[in-house]
């Protein structure tokens, strides 16, 4: 099976479906990144997340509508990424209600636009690695946790501020003659909270668990998250023993021994990357050369939901790295470095003038050598050379690069930035 085969068949956890959970709970799943949650009390209804944009929010409301057509008296954020936060307007319908949260909530992408820092490029990253603009089904395959077809119109703008904070880990809260017990279980998020059904078995886990290796690092750039506290969240969920697990992304795992094996190898995987991580580093291994090393050990590895579509070992590796002990490698020759431009010039000088770079990084595309195209086509484009072949070669080698790739992240990158280079 190749790896856009793989990526795929992972299609089957985003089919379009609301779930029964138990009595009264339900979960839609495929309509959009990320799931919502439906909690149907006695004079009214819990609504878990909104997912990512009017247009889904919509269409999971019709669904639920199907079946039960009491008012949303209260919304809950299980934390604070876009994606399930943004149709909150939609199942408001119009009436003030209830939306609590952790009481450090905070968005990084709402009102991105406004904010002073690395806005700009924070939002262009984001729309690379979900693949924003990329033709559904046969460019984005899907995005790793979601499906990849799925709608966009009023992405981002359905989002209400929280109106309630929950006080404190643990903290009980009676809605629509429902019994709802928070849980701050920090992963993906500082903000996360879990929200527990105690008389039903069930528990909502935020984005701490999905059928993928965690995205312990997000290219679209991110603020450090700390493995640790993830590990701990997972054991924590785990002593709760739920008998259904509803996630963020993907489908709801029922039985307790089924749940109890995937958060137990979900926190395993993440203490493994930080133990071999660590010990590389204590022997004075750069990011560079642990990549190469740590792999997840058997049978982790083999765990249908620690593949790599949306997280990677790789990625965890180096932010693992940089967060706990900075950006600095460790070699002096990093500490250092030339202007890019000069840097390729003296490569050029290396492989005996720029038009040899050029022909260098087609040799390079020609014998399958990806990864060092890239490299070598980077440095003919800073020479600024009119007739050079390295915009067109680095544009395949994207396109190559990408349909080797299972990780939808990478491939939708890839795809992203050969399609933005082809624009130019």
Known sequence: MTPEDKLRAHDVEFEKRIYPLAPDVYLAVGYAASNVGL???????????????????????????EITDKPVRTIIYTHSHRDHISGATVFAEGAEVEIIAHPEFESDLVG?????G???????????????????????????????DRPMKGMGQGFLPPTRAVTEDGQVLDRCGTRLRFHFAPGECADTIAVELPAKGLLFSGDNFYASFPNLYAIRGTPYRDFTTWADSLAKLAALKPTVLAPGHTRPILGAAEIQTALADYEAAIRSVIEQTAAGMNAGLTPDALVQTVALPEPLRAKPYLQEYYGTVAWAVRAYFAGTLGWFDGDPATLFSLPPAEEADRL?????????????ATRAFEAGDLIWTLKLCAAVLRLDLPEAQAGATRIAALRALARQQENACARNYLLHCAKQAEKA
């Open 39 to 65: 909690i149907i009390g006695t004079d009214g209804l819990i609504i878990v997340d909104t997912t990512e944009s009017t247009a889904a929010a919509e269409q999971i409301l019709a669904g639920f509508r």
């Open 348 to 360: 050029a000088a290396l492989a005996g003038g720029p038009s040899a770079l050029d022909a260098a």
């Open 112 to 116: 991105a636009e406004t904010r002073p």
């Open 118 to 148: 690395p806005n700009k490029i924070l939002l262009q990253r984001t729309a690379r690695q979900f693949g924003i603009g990329l033709e559904a089904g046969t460019e984005r395959i899907n995005l790793g946790l979601g499906p990849g």
